[in-house]
């Protein structure tokens, strides 16, 4: 068996704590650009602000390239 590394992590849906998938996250980072706002897109996911929040910061599922920017809050 090869050895877990931050290399071989486990990453996105694959990961077994995971509470949304790549395609969840491309649509939470799409709904954002187009003009919703956080407190909108929360409760379409069950999951919480601080969780959106990470994930279009790019802190959560960095690794997703979808051509989407890192988003910035003040």
């Given at each position: 068996?090869?050895?877990?590394?931050?290399?071989?992590?486990?990453?996105?849906?694959?990961?077994?704590?995971?509470?949304?998938?790549?395609?969840?996250?491309?649509?939470?980072?799409?709904?954002?650009?187009?003009?919703?706002?956080?407190?909108?897109?929360?409760?379409?996911?069950?999951?919480s602000k601080s969780t959106i929040?990470?994930?279009?910061?790019?802190?959560?599922?960095?690794?997703?390239?979808?051509?989407?920017?890192?988003?910035?809050?003040?």
């Open positions: 068996m090869a050895k877990m590394g931050p290399r071989n992590a486990l990453k996105g849906s694959k990961h077994p704590m995971a509470l949304l998938n790549e395609s969840q996250v491309i649509e939470i980072r799409s709904l954002y650009q187009s003009g919703k706002s956080v407190k909108d897109i929360v409760p379409y996911y069950g999951v929040n990470a994930i279009l910061t790019r802190q959560n599922w960095r690794f997703l390239n979808d051509g989407f920017p890192a988003f910035k809050f003040n």
